[in-house]
């Protein structure tokens, strides 16, 4: 079982930025696959940015690309998502996903509010 806790979210203007957090447990981190999904209200969740296990690929929604920067730092079990020039409609819910094997495991989610 592997337990998944994100920080970092909060309420910000438009075109400022934050930087998200996510502490994974298990002594195996290196070899999790990790990325970052989000759900705004109303919507379905959706894939935002994923890192390999070695953090040597990186994939990203095209509606982030340029803007959110995904980061892992395997001695500390942590993953990040920098975020800038952030703008309301990336208002939502923000979630760390880990692919260990076969399973999927989920965060229980950061809010992230952008004011215009």
């Known amino acids: 079982q592997v337990q998944l806790v994100e920080s970092g979210g909060g309420l910000v203007q438009a075109g400022g930025s934050l930087r998200l957090s996510c502490l994974a447990s298990g002594r195996t981190f290196s070899s999790y696959t990790m990325g970052w999904f989000r759900q705004a209200p109303g919507k379905e969740r959706e894939f935002v940015a994923a890192?390999?296990?070695?953090?040597?690929?990186?994939e990203y929604a095209d509606s982030v690309r340029g803007r959110f920067t995904i980061s892992r730092d395997n001695a500390k079990n942590t993953v990040y998502l920098q975020m800038n020039s952030l703008k309301p409609e990336d208002t939502a819910v923000y979630y760390c996903?880990?692919?260990?094997?076969?399973?999927?495991?989920w965060g229980q989610g950061t809010q992230v509010t952008v004011s215009s």
């Open positions: 996903h880990a692919v260990v094997g076969w399973r999927n495991y």
């Open positions: 890192i390999s296990r070695s953090a040597g690929n990186t």
